[in-house]
């Protein structure tokens, strides 16, 4: 028999269903809540709402425990790469070596971007936000594929491999030219033969004369920074691109709006909010402690940046895979970043703080992935443009489950009005 809570309200009794994932996480069914007691359920910013059920991502943030379609961050982290980890994320298993090729084609095939698409870059100054230039190229895909974003959910899953492999393709080959048009630099065309990484590292650092070659320690770093982006549950992005799509729209235009959300300092702008903390800690010749003391004072302005989470109160299991890899990334490199000595010092300091520890704050994934990036030579204002790269194929499976989910409804939450009762409209004249 199943389960029920009950919720007693003025004197009378109303049971409300319990639903139990496969992992034992249990929910009070709220949804008829309204229609039978008149009450909307409260929960600011929703951080204790399931919005959905899915499949994709299984997150315990009590336990630092992350794991996609069953299999743990860490094992992939270590067996797998970035596209095999994309394919497992958007279609639920680790692919055959026959799917795993054709998929790898499929990407291939659509890495290339449309001559048109480049004069809508350069219709932006060269001094603007990389994500603002990468969402607009995002939400311009539909005009260029408009048989496969039709914005009617029957038609685009008929097309969704098509759409989904240009998004992860296209979305890589976007940054690559945003940072070359940032640059001044000509675009360099993918190379038909080279894996997903090394194409975008060729069209990021090759020149018409010399082309560049990464070294394996390089792109296995970058292999693992994609990657450990790749889903992350219903974080703020990707419940963004499940919005959007609850009202029929196509893929590109739902990720599109997760890329404007991943934006923010809080969310996916933290790596490069956490790369000017330890740069200016490192020009001011301060140890950190003048940063962990701001962080203590509470205001969110001073928060240190890379720290704490929203859902991970015990250690966030990415943060601690790409930690131990910026050690071997930056000594297989010979690189002597003074960053990641300030950066390991903070967080020493950090984790015998008292006001940290009470608080369950702990590095999470953006602490360490920019020093990653930088000994790749990524600049860091594109940091937020890579963690997009990265996710992609959580905004890709997450739009598919709800564009395929035949009991979907649209996303539209309740409120509790705070504001002004009812009033009579003043004429002009009367308003003083
Ligand atoms: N530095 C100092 N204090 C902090 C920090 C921080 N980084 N993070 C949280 N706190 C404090 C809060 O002020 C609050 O203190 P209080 O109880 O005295 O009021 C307490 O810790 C609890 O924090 P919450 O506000 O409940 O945390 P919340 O879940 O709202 O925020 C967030 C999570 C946004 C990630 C926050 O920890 C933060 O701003 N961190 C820095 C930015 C960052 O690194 N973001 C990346 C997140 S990971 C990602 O998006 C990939």
Known sequence: MSKTALLKLDDKEYPLPIIEGTEGEKAIDTRQLRVTTGHVAYDQGYGNTGSCESKITFLDGDNGILRHRGYPIDQLARYSDFVETAYLVIYGELPTSARRKEFGLLLRKNAAVETQMQKILEGFPTSASPMAML??????????YADLATNNFEKDLQNFDQAAAIAISKIRTFVAMIYRYQKGLPFIFPKHELPFCDNFLHMMFSDPYQEYVPVPEVSKALNLVLLLHA??????????????GSSSANLFTSMSAGICALSGPLHGGANVAVMQMLQSIHDEGDDGSRFIAAAKSGT???????????????????????????????????????LLAIAKHLEQAALKDDYFVSRKLYPNVDFYSGIIMRAIGIPMNMFTTMFAIGRSPGYISNWHEVASNPKGRIYRPRQIYTGATTRDYLPMAQRG
């Open 231 to 244: 889903d992350h549950e219903q974080n703020c992005s990707t419940s963004t691109v499940r919005m959007v």
């Open 300 to 338: 969110k302005g001073n928060r240190l940046m890379g720290f704490g989470h929203a859902v991970y109160r015990n250690f966030d299991p990415r943060a601690k895979i790409i930690g131990d890899a910026c050690d071997t990334v930056l000594t297989r490199l010979g690189i002597n970043d003074p």
């Open 135 to 144: 969402s607009a190229l995002v939400s311009a895909l539909p005009a260029y």
